[in-house]
């Protein structure tokens, strides 16, 4: 059996504008890489973190991967011991669910050096765990598409339930990420408590619309569904000059465009490559305008997950 792995897993945008902590998608690019090798002795070392401007712990007991591989060893009941390098090939607090990639590169190696004790989707719950130590609450809508590639539903997270749904085949996703920082608390603490019904009936119909969209590879029923009442009108004011990106993308040809996750990327979708790449380049001019530098990305639907490099 192997005694080490090296495993790359992919960034995600996470909401999807109307799909608010339910709808996920995951990107070949950009995404981290893990190296997990197998211990002569229990316990978890982190010997080695990349690309992190030395934001995060080598604690074992506090760190997104170590944590969600401490939790599958528990569920084994095993004693095998890991030592793990972490290399963040992608900017912290992004909005591209940074340590969902990490969590799933992690938990996937780990699970392949044990001889794949539990199924892909099996480890979800243990990723799950990860998300609950970077940011309080074990959501799902980044590592359930991290780990299983494409785009899916958290329908339900008591008895958790999530659904991969089919990706149209020329759908490519133009990502914008500016230099600015968005901290998940403050784009929590904007969003509403209360609902109208006027505007849940909006949201409702432009979730069906998307997934439907998405299942019939109806490209101008994704763009028409791709609204969102709930986050977006909050949001939108952590994020200087948005709704002027979002306009540049819609004027290069995109189907439509959002926040991804809590910000402060912005994503749109499009229907080919040479169209997202023009509106990737169309963001980025409208960001510059304003003086804020940023990074771009620019990938067709990951529809694998997490692989070994």
């Known amino acids: 059996m192997e005694k080490s792995i090296k495993v790359f897993a992919p960034a995600t945008v996470a909401n999807v504008t109307c799909g608010f902590d339910v709808l996920g998608f995951a990107v070949n690019s950009p995404g981290d890489e893990v190296i997990i090798r197998k211990r002569n002795k229990p316990g978890i070392l982190i010997t080695k973190i990349t690309g992190d401007e030395g934001k995060l712990t080598k604690n074992p007991e506090e760190n997104t991967v170590s944590v969600s591989i401490l939790k599958m060893l528990d ?4 004693q095998q011991g890991f030592e793990i390098e972490l290399h963040k090939k992608m900017p912290l607090g992004s909005g591209l669910g940074s340590s969902s990639a990490s969590t799933v590169a992690g938990v996937f190696a780990a699970n392949e050096l044990l001889g794949q004790p539990f199924k892909q989707q099996e480890l979800l719950p243990f990723a799950m765990e990860g998300e609950r130590v970077a940011c309080g609450s074990a959501h799902a809508d980044n590592v359930a598409p991290a780990l299983l590639g494409g785009f899916v539903v958290v329908r339900s997270y008591t008895p ?24 998940t608390k403050d784009a929590r603490s904007v969003l509403r408590k209360d609902l109208s019904l006027h505007d849940a009936i909006k949201q409702w119909g432009n979730v069906a619309g998307l997934v439907s969209g998405l299942l019939l590879s109806d490209y101008s ?19 200087p000059g948005y709704y002027e990106v979002k306009q540049s993308a819609l004027d290069a040809g995109a189907l439509g465009a959002g926040i991804s996750g809590s910000g402060p990327s912005v994503f749109a979708l499009s229907d080919s490559e040479k169209t997202a790449n023009k509106v990737a380049q169309a963001m980025s001019k409208a960001f510059h305008e304003l003086d804020i530098d940023n990074d771009i990305f620019v990938s067709k639907i990951n529809e694998k997950g997490p692989v070994i490099l």
């Open 160 to 183: 958790l339930d999530v659904v991969k749904i089919p990706t149209p085949p020329k759908l490519f996703a133009s990502i914008i990420h500016p230099h600015i920082e968005v901290r």
């Open 75 to 78: 569920k084994l009941d095993s």
């Open 221 to 239: 029923l994704i763009g028409r569904s791709m609204h969102d009442v709930v986050a977006e009108p909050y949001r939108s004011a952590l994020i």
